[in-house]
């Protein structure tokens, strides 16, 4: 039975064409803009204030089969830091907050995935922001991925964490309410080829 | 007299003259102040406000104040002065106009950048002109500070200039910039 041999190859190759069984590489859609950084801190404790860095770049590498050999990259342009208001993002590039003219490089490096379950997993790595650098854990859940209408083939994620700012040497005091940073990223990601 | 005359300055251009020293200076001294206030401090929103609505009536005054020179003789120059005496004089006399115009100028595009406009006491809202410019409000920024600086270089100068003229030459320059000239 050449034919259906042939069929059935082809049909394998589809497959294999279409769902990554291999880890892929992926640009984060920073392009068409896919991808976020938002934060949050607390006002006074009596509100949250939302935020985000406007100009971020990445690459991940992911196999759905081994969630553990994940590995991401993401590069941060801290002067890109928006809360909606110019005089309060002068003085968060400025050097009571995050001295982007000193500073002028942020990322994140991950360094080992620990899967939590289904479609969920603890992603461990490096920040780097304000010229310090420590580990950091992220609570990441992947969303989905499959062909875009487009030709391509995505990847996306969903992820939460949260920093102290002394941690990362910002020392401003924004009250006792306001040590904490908390981070919403969404990434996703176009493979590669 | 409220005109000048070509001996005297009257005492509109004395008050114009010294109410925008005070707001200048004034104005510089509270810069400095108010950046160093902690996020706790009653004064740590207050004093932007303030800031910005003396600036602007530092630029109203300042526009009042060219008019009214415009529109009035001015007192001569000491018969002393050399005549690169006088031109370096004229010189700095135009820059104290034209910094303190590139201040006020930079501050206004600092607190506008994000189209949000400055309010005058709270009496009205000046709206933003422009705010087009990529990080906007930094570069204003750094305009807004350096110039502040070589303003105040400047008003030394003038301050000293003025010193100069009232002990060394014993000059009425100076007094007669105060109203206190005595006249024969």
């Known amino acids: 039975m050449n034919v259906n041999r042939l069929i059935g190859f082809l049909m394998l190759f589809v497959v294999a064409m279409s769902s990554p069984i291999f880890a892929a590489d992926y640009v984060v859609d920073s392009k068409g803009m896919h991808a976020s950084i938002n934060f949050r801190i607390k006002h006074l404790g009596y509100s949250w204030l939302t935020g985000r860095f406007n100009h971020i770049e990445g690459t991940f590498s992911y196999d759905e089969n081994n ?40 990322r994140f490096v991950s360094t080992r995935v620990e899967s939590t379950g289904a479609g969920t997993a603890t992603l461990y790595g490096d920040l780097t922001l ?4 420590r580990e ?51 990434i996703e990601g176009i493979r590669k080829g | 007299m409220l005109r000048n005359t070509k001996e005297d300055y009257g005492w509109v251009a004395i008050v114009l003259h010294w109410v925008l020293a005070l707001l200048i200076i004034g104005l510089f001294a509270m810069g400095i102040w108010m950046r ?3 996020y706790y401090d009653t ?23 060219y008019l009214w020179r415009m529109g009035n003789e001015m007192p001569q120059p000491s018969l002393k002065l050399s005549n690169w005496e006088k031109t370096s004089s004229r010189i700095a006399h135009t820059w104290l106009y034209l910094l303190t115009l590139i201040v006020i100028l930079s501050g206004y595009l600092i607190s506008t950048a994000d189209d949000k406009s400055v309010s005058f006491f709270g009496v009205f809202s000046l ?13 204003a920024g750094e305009i807004h500070e350096i110039v502040a600086w070589v303003m105040m270089g400047l008003v030394l100068l003038h301050t000293l200039a003025s010193l100069k003229h009232h002990f060394v030459d014993k000059d009425v320059t100076l007094v007669r910039m105060l109203g206190l000239r005595k006249k024969n």
Do not use: C, M
């Open chain 1, 136 to 186: 950091i854990q992220i609570q990441v859940t992947a969303v989905g991925g499959g062909p875009d209408p487009w030709g391509g083939y995505r990847q996306g994620f969903t992820g939460t964490t949260k920093i102290l700012l002394k941690d990362f040497g910002i020392d401003f005091d924004l009250g006792p309410a306001s040590t904490e940073v908390e981070f919403d990223l969404n």
């Open chain 1, 67 to 106: 969630v553990e050999a994940t590995k991401i990259s993401i590069e941060i342009d801290p002067a890109s830091i928006d809360s909606n208001h110019a005089e309060r993002d002068k003085h968060l590039r400025d050097s009571d907050f995050l001295h982007v003219k000193k500073y002028p490089d942020a």
């Open chain 1, 130 to 133: 304000h010229g310090i650098t």
């Open chain 2, 43 to 65: 004064w740590y929103n207050r004093a932007p406000d303030l800031h910005k609505s003396l600036g602007l009536l530092t630029f109203l005054l300042l526009v009042l104040r």
């Open chain 2, 127 to 139: 709206p933003a002109a422009f705010s087009a410019i990529e990080k906007q409000e930094d570069i």
């Open chain 2, 36 to 38: 160093s206030l902690g």
